[in-house]
């Protein structure tokens, strides 16, 4: 039977106050015990919104406990990311922990950074490198056959669920081969993310990551997985600088790779000017400007050079997380273009819009008066003829 929108809005509601009473339940919580009733009958009901592919109760609820500002809103996000990157799977030699994990990779390249299918003899390097370096030697992987772009990545909670489901399902082979046509298409930055996305199971409870096994620390995991995906990742990144970030669990895999490629895009573009124009880096100014939507969204810096008025580059830093314009965001912003060798940076005091071109859809960055304006570079030889954005 078909249902009417306003019967499905209703059921939906029932199943939103459900979650924000135990997830307020559980923020008001005074000890372990009474926290572990709360989690489970939160885990119990994301569980069944997530089999019913019910995002828009997941939704309503998160939605209407940011209002409110409450604590709650934390654990109910934190539940809800915890339920969809990991289940526990029965295997004939007992119960084993499944955890969905992104290896990410910062990229940057002259030519468009690729997002492709992995051929298999890169995945079994990839793999391999992956439990030496990283997993306990316990773990087994499942690991897509493709190199994500962040546009490619899961857009919803159920979305991500069921990527998990495929790949736990693909463990007994170590590979789950992707449909790249069901993939979206990806918008080309000299600078982005890339990831391998995966899942890892090992024996319920026990270590999943070698710095929990006390084999070696965080620190030493993340220079061996460096270092050794150097050479496994080279294949599929021809032509691009890139630096492999620690692979964790997927929802902090992907937030610490939205945090890092900021400062990497901004040394990315400074190596490209500096390279491409054939100057020194102290050449380049920098104009950083704050753009409002509602409340500030993103910080744009525009590059141009000496005393010319032309902006022949740009780079948008959007806000994470709980930023906001009384975060130190803009000094953070100074500190790495002075470490990537700009000594002229110009901080606009006004609230800028956050215009984009109507031809090409590119960002416009601001110039030292303030005006947003499209970054072309100058004719150079050997320019690629997309835009750089
Ligand atoms: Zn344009």
């Known amino acids: ?17 459900a979650l924000i009473e135990y997830a307020e339940g559980l923020a008001q919580s005074g000890s372990r015990a009474e926290d572990h009733f709360w989690e489970s009958r939160l885990e119990r009901e994301i ?22 500002e409450s604590r709650a809103y934390e654990e109910l996000a934190d539940a809800i990311e915890g339920r969809v990157e990991h289940m526990i799977a029965a295997a004939s030699d007992g119960e084993r922990d499944v ?45 897509a056959n493709y190199l994500f772009s962040p546009d ?78 150097q050479n496994a990742l080279a294949p599929l990144l021809p032509a691009c600088a890139f630096e492999s970030m620690l692979p964790r669990a997927y929802y902090v895999a992907c937030r610490d790779a939205d945090r890092s490629a900021r400062p990497f895009s901004i040394r990315a573009s400074v190596a490209f000017l500096a390279t491409t124009l054939g100057i020194s880096q102290n050449h380049l100014v920098a104009t950083i400007g704050g753009c409002y939507h509602r409340q500030l969204e993103e910080y744009r ?3 141009t050079v000496g005393e010319e008025e032309e ?62 304006v499209h970054a072309e570079l100058p004719d150079v030889a050997e320019q690629p003829s997309q835009h750089l954005h």
Not at 172 to 197: C, H, M, N, W
């Open 311 to 372: 902006t022949i580059h740009g780079v948008v830093w959007p806000l994470l997380g709980a930023e906001d314009e009384m975060s130190d965001v803009a000094e953070e912003i100074e500190t790495t273009l002075r470490e990537s060798g700009i000594q002229r940076v110009v901080m606009l005091r006004q609230r800028l819009p956050m215009e984009y071109c109507d031809d090409c859809g590119a960002p416009l960055y601001p110039n030292e008066d303030g005006e947003m």
């Open 1 to 17: 039977m078909k249902k009417s929108p306003s019967s499905r809005r209703g059921r939906a509601s029932r199943e939103a106050d």
């Open 99 to 143: 955890l969905l994990f992104a290896a990410p990779v910062l990229a940057w390249s002259r030519m468009p950074l690729p997002t492709r299918p992995i051929p298999p003899a890169v995945l079994k390097s990839a793999r391999q490198a992956l439990l030496e370096t990283v997993f306990t030697p316990k773990a087994d992987l499942c690991l």
């Open 301 to 303: 810096i525009g590059f």
């Open 47 to 68: 569980e069944s919104l997530l089999k019913d592919g019910d995002e828009g109760s997941l939704n309503a609820a998160l939605d209407r406990l940011a209002d409110r």
């Open 152 to 229: 490619q990545l899961p857009e919803t909670f159920c979305d991500t669920a069921d990527l998990r489901q495929a790949l736990t399902q693909g463990l007994t082979d170590g590979t789950f081969k992707v449909d790249p046509a069901s993939l979206k298409e990806t918008a080309q930055f000299l600078a982005d993310q890339r990831y391998i996305i995966g899942v890892v199971s090992a024996p319920r409870g026990e270590a999943i990551f070698r710095w929990q096994s006390g084999d070696a620390n965080r620190e030493q995991v993340t220079q061996r997985w460096m270092e050794t995906s």
